[in-house]
């Protein structure tokens, strides 16, 4: 490669805009077209459906590196215009990269042909063609750590952490454009279902190790109580996806768990998922909205499946919503709310 | 379709068993070929050196929907057969398939054309071409909420709370084919890092429900603590992944961990992955095991990916390690011990 | 379905038009972004360099259902604006659908789901999500048959007879929008390597069958004769290629050929692919631009694979290089005149 | 590197030999499971079906690298056994890859990460993880045009040409196991509707230009005339196709193409496609079986996709045919016959 790891971490990445181009006229010349153009485009239009629908609460599903693939700014406009009311993520997304930035560090752009045994001697980190630097990344581990030494010791939703992070990042962030953040000040629940398979992870096992008898803890089944309780409490709801993996089976079990809990509440309304994934690995990534259906959890009215990576795909998606202006009298949820005032209430 | 739900319901899944065939003449053969057969018999052969390592731990990670394919009794052998010490899954494999046929259920072969509207209808559930009785898996969850129910409350690892599980079907099980029943009599510990995304989750949230002063809670953060202690006790380790997604973050997360906690491990020193996704979109289930190598997790020499299904290439890749018998003269780790006599000293 | 033919044949495809949107600014963000955006945005600008570079001839390549799809005038665009010089495509996409829609036939918005048995019955062939009136075709066919039946008989290269093609339509056709009339009128030559693999071979067959002793042929090697003398005119060549297939390997071997006839040429010194194929399978369709230079046939310093399919990936790309305008002080190749001034020459 | 071209091409790629392992059992047990391992089953158990069905000539259907993949023998092993009767191709398959063989040059190992402007740099071919000597394969293109140059000049389909090449290999051939031999000793007949898109048209391009004024020509429609021919005298039909494009299409039509001539033929009673192409771009070789019988072209009662790589699934489902035996019973079909006898009688 013949760069050192300076010049390898020079250009960063930068995160696309989705207000400054228009995107209606594109997706509805789309919608005439064919195969994933069209696809897209009808993703476009639910998204707007439940956008317009004023019974709708909308969950914004995370999978893959978005943020640090410059999908960021397309989730904080969404979060900042009342687009979203809930959001369901990997916690690579969360903490790793927004969080991350949130302190103040960046990523980089890189190549996927570099040698990962130079990379690895040079502490760099290689997401496909995206380069981060692996010390500012144990500076997020450890930020992770001593925002949970100073938590009173109890079980946590992955919830109440990542709120927390969301209240540090408000007095000592380095960086104002953060969903961590972001979605704090506006009272949206970000949900982490696997929140120690990430940098919080490692920052969390360092607190337990160092505080064996007393700690923070992370209770991924009160996670699933609280978006279930959110589920009971929004009605009806739609599903914007960004990927599969557990964000997805999570944000869709949740129909099932509130009627154990005796709730009648309606299947998801509407969904829509961009991914890559297909089908014949039985696998959930990339199983369809209707198979979905046969378990009683999204309605087949209004899904549609679009297969683009999502770097692509969202930025049309989001933008088309955007522009469309809709947002403009929607209500904001506040869904965060549910979980001090009522939370008893359930639990 | 004109079936009724017996009727739907009627052709079993059997379990594909390995030890009928002898795939070491067929996988020396694809050796000499190309493309994916020499992957796949590279991947095999990569898997034997793990066993004849008398050092190297080996971890299976588990993705998909693996058990509900038939592929629960070569998971089986790799445990009978001292073939595997460790598994890290995704909740489904664990407890919604083979927990779910170690209480007597079954799944049944379906096809992926069925209409999901009518299956919901009938409270069927479809993965691809496989059925599931919905009412069955209800009985799933409310078992797990009756173990819960049982236990003292306070936080576990999903590893703790799999043992009760394992403890549950040697009393009350209907079927002895199960990983979990087989995992706990062997001491071999499984992980569930999302352990609320499945049925699970849905028997832990009526359990916290019920009691919502005290009550058990998953603590994720100590499962990732306890991966990090087994990895730190086995030095050398080798990676049999099939899918991405979870469980392969989260094992190769481990080496970073041990770092972190001031202990010096090895990466991964053996790694294969069964997967169809690739790199493209930047997510962690495509992602190549050299960029792992960037991220200071898995050795490039001993590394291979294998694109292809894993009901194909799972058979294969175990039934040549099978046959190649150097299984025979290998010892059972019993990690499990880690966790009950050597806990405190780390936690 | 419920639905008769004159309701499944009632939404037309409608062709997209780049001319509308500014692509400029969105190509530009996705630059700084990552994934297949990045990869996008640089093939966007490596085909921008080709259309600078004053020297460059742009061939460009078609496969996939392109035209049927509703991308024809994307291409049309880039044939009156001079951005392509010569074309090699699939015969679907020339003759099925191109010169089908030139005879003012169309092609219909459907549907994945429907039932495809009951479409033979209805005579509607489909195409993923896209209709076709069968008894069109069959008048596409006979009009093929018609053409050969009024030419001299011997043999023609493909690119002799789609001129022929696009004489009738000046004379006979109902839709001006077409790409084998447009091309036609600009002398630009477009080849189809496997012409008898399409509607085409029908109306050709019922032609030789009808007269046996004396027909139209059609030579194959004749194509890859022409198309090697157009690359030993052109100097410097660049590929724009949509899928893979035929196209793909006959348009990157006119390299060898050349030098096999003693021209010394250089490799194609641009290069980009949209696909969603992959490697895996060491399939051309998905084999990278960098294997090709071990050929000899593609130069690696400007070539980039697209993982995204046509639908959305032409439009953006193709755009972007309308929007920066350099097309303007381009000058048109005329390299169809080549074939007929200097054919004797080579030949 | 570091390695010279002698190091590069040492280890050859070896045939895989299916009558050396019982695929029946293996295939029985897989049609239990599901996924793509139930579907490769099914698939295995309709081609078995097509060689009982005494009334069902079988068409192979071969695309991608399989030939220099070490799927040779698996081909011949079909060949010689009365397992197929009439062969369509891609031209790499046929001759670059098998003739080459026959003139007595070999395949090598590589692998995918090779750096490919050094491998140009001393005349090495990359195909993923396969090498070929360059200079080899310009021996090959001089043998076909040292075959035309003995040929009277006049238009020939593929077949005939392709029936000459063996011709020479009986003759000249270093190596007996080709396909081309040992389909010209049989009487199968072998198409390669873009056979000017391989080796083959080098040869030919260099014969045509030293011979300006009388030469071979390869006629495409006289193939697509012959193939329809043998659909006529056939009747019943089967296609068992590894990969997709041309050859794919091109058997597909031949139904269409029988009609068009007023011949009443029935639709391909039985087909199966190995592929790991998916739908969802609407091109043709990931195109369903179930959407090409919207066209008319295969029944639905007996179709099977199989989504695995090549290498992989065909010796699977090859070796359950072999093993099954059905073919010792099975009448050889000498297509080639019709083509010297009937010739004149249709065209």
Redesign the interface.
């Known amino acids: 490669m013949g760069k050192n790891k300076t010049e390898l971490l020079s250009?960063?990445?930068?995160?696309?805009?989705i207000k400054?181009?228009?995107f209606v006229?594109?997706i509805d010349?789309?919608q005439?077209?064919?195969?994933?153009?069209?696809?897209?485009a009808r993703a476009a239009k639910i998204y707007e459906q439940m956008l317009t629908d004023q019974n709708c609460g909308v969950i914004l599903c995370l999978?893959?590196?978005l943020v640090?693939?410059?999908?960021k700014k397309v989730i904080l406009d969404l979060i900042d215009n009342n687009m979203v009311d809930a959001i369901v993520s990997t916690g690579?997304n969360i903490v790793d990269q927004d969080f991350f930035e949130g302190l103040g560090f960046k990523?980089y752009?890189g190549s996927?042909h570099?040698d990962?045994?130079q990379?690895?001697e040079m502490a760099?980190?290689?997401?496909?063609?995206?380069l981060i630097d692996?010390d500012q990344l144990?500076i997020c581990?450890d930020t992770i750590c001593q925002i949970a030494d100073s938590l009173p010791p109890r079980?946590y939703s992955s919830r109440e952490f990542i709120s927390e992070m969301g209240k540090y990042l408000e007095k000592h962030g380095k960086n104002k454009d953060s969903i961590v953040l972001r979605a704090y000040q506006k009272s949206i629940p970000v949900f982490v279902?696997?929140?120690?398979?990430?940098s919080a992870?490692?920052g969390?096992?360092?607190?337990?190790?160092a505080k064996?008898d007393s700690h923070?803890?992370?209770?991924?089944?009160?996670?699933?109580?609280e978006l279930?309780q959110l589920k009971i409490h929004a009605g009806d709801t739609g599903l914007l996806m960004i990927?599969g993996?557990?964000p997805k089976?999570?944000a869709q079990?949740v129909v099932?768990?509130a009627e154990?809990?005796g709730a009648e509440v309606p299947m998801h309304k509407y969904a829509i998922q961009i991914t890559?994934?297909?089908?014949?690995?039985?696998?959930?990534?990339g199983?369809t909205l209707?198979?979905a259906?046969?378990?009683?959890k999204v309605s087949?009215v209004h899904e549609q499946m679009v297969?683009?990576?999502?770097?692509?795909?969202l930025?049309?998606i989001a933008g088309y919503a955007y522009g469309k202006g809709s947002w403009q009298s929607r209500q904001a949820r506040s869904y965060s709310s549910l979980f001090t005032s009522k939370q008893?209430e359930?639990?």
């Open positions: 250009t960063e990445v930068r995160h696309l805009d400054k181009f228009d006229t594109l010349q789309m005439d077209t064919a195969f994933q153009a069209r696809n897209l999978a893959g590196s640090s693939a410059g999908l690579a990523h752009q996927p570099l990962d045994t990379l690895r760099i980190d290689r997401i496909y063609d995206t692996e144990r581990d079980a279902p696997a929140f120690s398979d990430c992870g490692f969390l096992v360092m607190h337990q190790v064996p923070v803890s992370i209770d991924s089944v009160k996670d699933f109580r279930t990927g993996g557990v089976n999570f079990d099932v768990a154990l809990l890559v994934a297909d089908e014949r690995d039985g696998a959930l990534s199983s209707r198979e259906c046969s378990w009683g087949v297969f683009c990576e999502a770097t692509i795909a930025p049309l008893r359930l639990a």
